[in-house]
């Protein structure tokens, strides 16, 4: 499906964190050092979408687009964790139901081309949410 054609439902962001605070799969931090970086995450999300009004879909596909501050090649699936921590924030803002399978299609991962900028000397990342149409198939109907 191409997401040009369709008009996206809703949109968030940016949401804005060090490169460092970014959580990826390669990390092997216990899960206790991780737990409070998750839960900010998750506390961002939330409260950034109940500022914005956050509407509430029953089922929706997300589209992530993601930012970094330099052009070096990345596997963005590595960064999965943030993402989680950021949907489940929006699920707590009453964006979907839940972000189980019948709710919730993606986050899909997309590489935003445009740098961020540094912030007092510190390489940010940024990710914003772009919420679509959930894609029915035949198995839905």
């Not at 949907?87 to 590489?111: I, N, T, W």
């Amino acid at each position: 499906m191409n997401d040009a054609a369709i008009a996206p439902l809703w949109e968030i962001g940016p949401f804005d964190l060090p490169q460092a605070d970014m959580l990826s799969l390669n990390g092997r931090a216990d899960r206790r050092t991780l737990s409070p970086r998750i839960r900010t995450l998750r506390m961002q999300a939330r409260v950034m979408a109940r500022a914005a009004h956050c509407p509430t879909f029953m089922r929706a596909r997300l589209v992530a687009w993601v930012r970094f501050p330099d052009g070096r090649r990345r596997d963005l699936h590595n960064y999965m964790p943030t993402l989680k921590a950021l949907v489940d924030g929006l699920v707590d803002a009453g964006l979907l139901p839940d972000d189980d399978a019948r709710h919730l299609q993606g986050p899909d991962m997309r590489l935003d081309p445009r740098h961020t900028h540094k912030r007092m000397g510190i390489p940010m990342c940024s990710i914003r949410f772009t919420v679509m149409p959930y894609e029915e198939n035949e198995e839905d109907q």
